[in-house]
């Protein structure tokens, strides 16, 4: 994204709309956004705030559309045709029963919340899991970009992209999710933002979830709201 | 997309906070998805959400609930915002009662989720997913009160620059809370955020400043 300087009117109502903090008024007060640092996510444009219109996007070469990709709400993945970083998830689980009984789907939403991440952080994660066996999922933009799925090893080439978040998904058995907390948790001060992770199963028939004893007396905290696939597919089609 | 399941807060002010989001799966149910989401958007509605979108095409301010109601079609990603577990058990049992063959989410607190299921006549629901939290270099993260407003966004299209800057328009009386709530909640492009809870965390905010 870029701003035209002749336009600008230096107001500076446009600077707290810019999600990566990346747009700044400079001491000729005209407003400029630091291209190292943008994510293209589009806020500052569809915020809609600028009184003279002097936000425009710039012509976005490869590997700059990664950007847009990873990081505008509204934009459709190419390859997913989902909009967002991540596949369906367990979003329509009762339809595509991804994540089935004795396993268990785990997310790592690096750079979520709120920070951003480079892609080099992610593959870091990646590359990470890899060694103790993880298969990452194939329908997955992050997956789109790895050159070795064995490795995770990423193009070298986007690595210095900048987006919002980008999420790092498999399903491995609930007997690996304990090893795979703790790869995480060994390679979190390797990596230079944050990351959020989440941990999908299926309720059992009695509507226990015994992985959650699991998963706290490993040491890991559970926080006490999430998501729900209430099964409303199924339960519409028995009745 | 997990872009509901990492929503900060005490549980106290949780309990006010739940999302539904509705779709239809690639390549097995995408076909006669628009007017199912007509139905999500028609039943929703009769309970007041307070906020709605279209992860496709926009929230209801920039896209219109009567854009939503309209032009539902099989892109659509349905979202509703409610205020309390008894209108989640409502809206549940009217979608039941309606036939509604697609994919629901309700992300919120799990006890009360559970509960509204129950009262909705669903025994058990199908997946679970936890937040296991947010791990790395965190002091990188914004405060916890920006933070319980962020979040609402799973996006992050509401910066803490943002929320900040809607707490000093409170502080000095240049926006009501409810407009700060609002003026967030546009930004948030598919519909999930919470304004009614976004105008009380801010109007706390301008409050303790």
């Not at chain 1, 399903?171 to 990351?195: C, G, M, N």
């Not at chain 1, 409303?232 to 009745?239: D, G, I, L, N, P």
């Not at chain 2, 915002?81 to 989410?105: H, N, P, W």
Request: aromatic share 6%.
């Amino acid at each position: 994204m870029l701003i035209d300087e002749q336009a600008c009117s230096g107001c500076g109502e446009c600077v707290p709309y810019c999600t990566v903090g990346a747009i700044a008024l400079g001491d000729d007060g005209v407003a400029r956004v630091d291209l190292e640092e943008c994510v293209e996510c589009g806020a500052c444009l569809r915020a809609g705030v600028c009184p003279s219109d002097a936000f425009f996007m710039q012509e976005v070469e490869w590997p700059r559309t990664l950007r847009a990709q990873f990081s505008d709400p509204l934009g459709v993945h190419p390859k997913t045709g989902i909009p967002g970083r991540g596949t369906e998830e367990i979003k329509t689980n009762d339809v595509t029963e991804r994540v089935k009984p004795g396993y268990a789907g785990i997310a790592v939403e690096v750079g979520r919340p709120t920070v951003g991440t480079r892609l080099s952080e992610v593959e870091k994660i990646a590359m990470a899991l890899s060694k103790i066996g993880v298969e990452h999922e194939p329908a997955n933009p992050v997956t789109f970009l790895m050159t070795d799925l064995s490795t995770g090893k990423m193009q070298d080439e986007v690595l210095n992209e900048k987006v919002l978040s980008a999420i790092v998904e498999f399903i491995v058995p609930q007997s690996k999710v304990v090893e795979v907390l703790d790869t995480l948790r060994a390679v979190a001060p390797e990596v230079d933002t944050v990351f959020s992770v989440d941990l999908a199963v299926r309720y059992e028939p009695d509507g226990s979830v015994p992985i959650e004893r699991i998963v706290k007396d490993a040491g890991f905290y559970l926080a006490p709201n999430g998501k729900t696939n209430i099964g409303m597919v199924t339960h519409v089609a028995a009745r | 997309m997990t872009h509901t399941n990492h929503r900060r807060g005490t549980v106290e002010d949780l309990s006010r906070d739940y999302v539904f989001t509705t779709m239809a799966s690639k390549g097995v149910n995408v076909p006669g998805t628009g007017e199912r989401m007509k139905k999500f958007y028609e039943i929703v509605m009769k309970y007041n959400p307070a906020f709605m979108g279209d992860a496709a095409k926009g929230n209801q301010l920039t896209y219109g609930v009567k854009a939503m109601l309209e032009d539902s079609d099989d892109k659509t990603i349905g979202h509703a915002v409610f205020r309390d577990a008894d209108t989640v058990a409502a809206v549940i049992k009217d979608l039941m009662d309606a036939g509604f063959d697609r994919s629901v989410v309700v992300s919120g607190l799990f006890d009360n989720v559970r509960e509204s299921c129950k009262k909705a006549g669903i025994g058990t629901p199908h997946t679970i997913e936890y937040s296991l939290g947010t791990w790395g270099k965190t002091e990188k993260l914004p405060p916890m009160e920006e933070l319980e407003v962020m979040t609402m966004c799973g996006h992050a299209q509401v910066p803490g620059a943002l929320v900040r800057h809607m707490a000093e328009q409170v502080k000095s009386g240049r926006l009501t809370a409810e407009d700060a709530g609002l003026r967030l909640g546009r930004q948030c492009m598919c519909g999930v955020f919470n304004v009614a809870r976004a105008a009380e965390l801010v109007a706390a905010m301008a409050a303790r400043s």
